[in-house]
């Protein structure tokens, strides 16, 4: 066995709002005075301007992986003029909060500026203040609300809610601007697991989440879902339109743990076979990176894996520090491939009916990660020893390239098997340079894209449809090429699906759209190819499909030996 973790987790299970006082430290609310508007003016946004929208769906990329960052995030752009915050997705805890230069009496290391608030206060007897505390709060004053949660590795955020703009972008192609309420958290206490953040995005069941807020205003259905990828980044999601359902494990959500994403009790499986361990209280979790179990499952996963070990070529990595149980080999290791033969997956079986079970299978991949070390360390913790008391907790590296889905409407969670490369809908465009000189002539669809000069385009957000794509294709064209013709539209969703909508002209038309999803490295390696030596695997069968003669020929033009100029970035 190792050491102990020395960052095993970014932890951000079940935000305790928290009576005041009830704290160890000393809590001191500010009294809030009018800012010299830096931001918005306030006022709360009226839903009657949304409700006669069709619900779409918001997707936002994510950025970050498992280790040895140990946290996703994503960029949220908040305030007038709006600005950009990195955020911590959690489905853990409900509020969203920002570090504030209120000023700030206590804040840590962020990527921006602290976040300038505006005048706009939720005041204390608003239903969303009340949300925030238990029943028998009462307010300090009228004229703000204060709030206090706290994490489960010990950091806390202290401030005051408002509301301020934030600037979205449905799938739909419409750009929103709804005032929503948030933290202006100006006295924070970093946890055990604390990186450098600019506050979180609540993303759980509760009245003042992001995802609730935007449902009570028409925008999007109550659903909220992600795609961690296991080589990094992957994508966020609010709404209900961007998954096949009939594609989806589903189970219904626990009705004893009604304030988080639990799908209630489940049995523990290894290799196919019981364990002997049921009755597990289970929880999903975006803000926790690794997995665990409480003592009595931990200690039965932890023999069955070293069960599975005897006689294998690993040896305890007793001098890797990463995670309390590491193995190396005779060499380092550099990839999960490498070793994941010596090991099992894992289950938990979830009862979804009378008779029918649902099962999250986890594969060596999704509990296992390679240390800086060359080891390979188990991503799975004590929860006991973690203070989580009789939980059990799904984090980051269990959901890694599937699909997860919190269906709030149907008091649902769902899983699926994904590529979390790409968005749902994912289009690679190719613009001859001879058509658009410089691409300028096609502004609409430019602004929903990023063009380079050379003519390409990798069209990652927002995650548009055929349908979609085409009108804007042909209104963005109407002026400098009437007459255009345009090749079939195709995209090949993530269940492996295949969609074509042809679009129809006299002429015939330079504009091509690539007939499979491909990873940015491998569209970084046909064009550069210097960038060639790091691919392996699939990824290389997709170099060998490119490099076929004719396929994509006018992408040739796009060569740069500069890759920030190609829009992949």
């Known amino acids: 066995m190792a050491g102990s973790p020395t960052d095993p987790t970014h932890l951000y299970p079940w935000a305790m709002s928290l009576k005041f006082g009830s704290t160890d430290h000393q809590i001191e609310h500010q009294k809030w005075w009018k800012w010299s508007s830096s931001g918005s003016d306030g006022g709360s946004s009226s839903s009657s301007v949304y409700k006669q929208v069709e619900p779409s769906s918001i997707v936002l990329p994510l950025y970050g992986n498992v280790y040895p960052k140990g946290f996703y995030f994503v960029q949220v752009d ?22 504030c230069d209120a000023p700030c009496v206590h804040c840590t290391r962020a990527h921006h500026p602290f976040y300038k608030p505006n005048n706009d206060l939720v005041i204390c007897n608003d239903p969303l203040c009340a949300s925030l505390h238990s029943g028998d709060y009462k307010c300090e004053t009228l004229e703000q609300c204060d709030y206090e949660v706290e994490y ?18 449905l799938s739909n ?5 709804p005032h929503l309420a948030l933290g202006c958290g100006y006295d924070q206490i970093a946890g055990a697991s604390h990186h450098p953040s600019d506050g979180v995005l609540g993303l759980g069941k509760g009245r003042t989440s992001l995802i609730s807020q935007l449902k009570n205003l028409g925008l999007v259905r109550n659903v909220v879902g992600h795609c961690l990828s296991g080589r990094g980044g992957g994508y966020l999601f609010l709404g209900d339109d961007v998954y096949d359902a009939s594609h989806v ?7 004893d743990l009604t304030n988080h994403y639990s799908p209630g009790h489940a049995e523990l499986l290894f290799g196919g076979k019981s364990t002997g361990v049921k009755n597990l209280h289970v929880v999903f979790d975006s803000g926790s990176s690794y997995s665990y179990l409480n003592s009595q499952p931990y200690e039965a996963f932890l023999y069955s894996v070293e069960k599975e070990l005897r006689g294998k070529p690993l040896q305890e990595a007793n001098n890797d520090p990463t995670l309390p149980f590491c193995w190396k080999g005779k060499k380092p290791f ?19 009916g009378w008779k029918s079970k649902a099962q999250f299978e986890m594969p060596p991949e999704s509990y296992l990660i390679i240390s800086s070390k060359g080891s390979v360390c188990l991503g799975v ?12 907790i799904i984090g980051d590296v269990s959901m890694q390239d599937k699909m997860v889905i919190f269906d709030n409407e149907k008091n649902a969670i769902g899983w699926a098997r994904a590529n979390c490369d790409h968005p749902p809908y994912s289009y690679i465009l190719v613009f001859d340079s001879s058509l658009f000189e410089p691409c300028l002539g096609i502004s609409d669809l430019a602004a929903e894209m990023s063009i380079c000069r050379c003519g390409f385009a990798l069209f990652n957000f927002p995650p548009l449809k055929p349908q979609t794509l085409k009108r804007r294709i042909r209104r963005s064209s109407v002026h400098s090429r009437p007459n255009l013709k345009f090749s079939p539209i195709s995209y090949l969703s993530n269940e492996g699906t295949r969609y074509s909508i042809p679009i129809s002209g006299k002429e015939p038309s330079p504009i091509v759209l690539s007939r499979r999803l491909l990873t940015h490295s491998v569209l970084a390696a ?13 990824e290389a069968l997709e170099l060998e499909r490119l490099r076929r003669p004719g396929l994509l020929c006018s992408l040739r033009k796009a060569q740069s030996s500069d890759p920030t100029m190609l829009g992949l970035w």
């Open 173 to 177: 192609g419409a750009k929103v601007n």
């Open 152 to 169: 489960a590795d010990g950091g806390s955020s202290l401030g005051v809610l408002l509301n301020d703009v934030f600037s979205l972008k």
């Open 526 to 538: 046909w064009l550069l190819p210097s960038c060639s030596q790091a691919i392996e695997g699939r």
């Open 334 to 352: 550099v990839s999960i491939s490498e070793v994941k033969k010596y090991f099992k997956s894992f289950a938990l079986s979830f009862s979804k």
């Open 78 to 99: 908040i305030g007038h003029p709006s600005k950009p915050f990195f955020l911590d997705p959690d489905t853990g805890s409900d509020l969203t909060w920002l570090q």
């Open 381 to 392: 913790l004590n929860g006991t020893e973690a203070g989580l008391q009789n939980f059990n």
């Open 249 to 255: 494990t589903w189970t219904p959500m626990s009705h």
